[in-house]
């Protein structure tokens, strides 16, 4: 069935530091991929996305790469601030291609 | 107004009662999703709009759930005769088309 799932459940970094957050996806089919960050009592909030017909995408300070060949997907986040400190989740559009499939979440906590 | 709003932001229900949740999504929006996250979880799709169609509501986990959107603008999501394990934060996102959704803040049900 479809699926995304996360590698790591947490993950801990001092301020400043760079951040990879991974994430693998089962749908070889998916072609739209997007990445969500979720702070206590908020709903997701957009990152950045990107589509199955590229393989890195930049925002600011953040950078999505995509492995179509081993369906990985991932985030990374240049200097890492408190204010990054969430929930991250990776997400695949489903087989008919409107509704978003989420993976079960990165807890990023960044220290300063 | 600026995004998506949803109310009640917060709502306690006796097991067996009958709860009604609100979304006004973005003005303009054509598509309106309806997502369940329970505590620690990614968000769980249930059911999609566009327009005043509801298109799929295949994640929609008993016929207890109900969701409308008469007139293609806010939607409703009715959960009959609420049980325990209804207990969750109910996500109403929006968008254009299809893509990057946006999300409310959520309304956080529990059924005691």
């Known amino acids: 069935g479809e699926s995304v799932g996360l590698h790591l459940p947490t993950l801990s970094v001092q301020e400043g530091d760079n951040s990879i957050i991974n994430c693998a996806y089962s749908?070889?089919?998916?072609?739209?991929f997007i990445w969500y960050k979720q702070e206590s009592g908020k709903g997701p909030q957009f990152i950045i996305d990107?589509?199955?017909?590229?393989d890195k995408r930049q925002g600011q300070r953040v950078t999505v790469l995509l492995n179509k060949t081993v369906k990985h997907l991932s985030l990374q986040i240049a200097a890492t601030q408190p204010g990054d400190s969430a929930v991250y989740f990776c997400?695949?559009?489903?087989?008919?291609?409107?509704?978003?499939?989420f993976g079960k979440g990165t807890t990023l906590s960044v220290s300063s | 107004g600026a995004g998506v709003s949803q109310s009640p932001r917060y709502k306690v229900a006796k097991r067996g009662q009958d709860v009604a949740l609100r979304c006004d999504p973005i003005?303009?929006?054509?598509?309106l999703f309806w997502y369940q996250q329970a505590l620690g979880q990614g968000p769980e799709f249930l059911t999609y709009?566009?327009?005043?169609?509801?298109?799929?509501k295949s994640g929609l986990p008993s016929d207890r759930f109900f969701a409308e959107r008469p007139e293609g603008s806010v939607s409703t999501l009715k959960i009959q005769r609420t049980q325990q394990e209804d207990s969750a934060v109910y996500l109403c996102?929006?968008?254009?088309?299809?893509?990057?959704?946006?999300f409310g803040e959520g309304s956080r049900l529990t059924v005691l």
């Open positions: 996102a929006s968008s254009e088309n299809t893509g990057e959704l946006f």
């Open positions: 749908n070889s089919a998916s072609d739209y």
């Open positions: 003005s303009g929006h054509v598509s």
């Open positions: 990107i589509r199955s017909n590229m």
């Open positions: 709009f566009q327009n005043e169609a509801q298109l799929d």
């Open positions: 997400a695949e559009n489903d087989q008919a291609g409107t509704a978003l499939i």
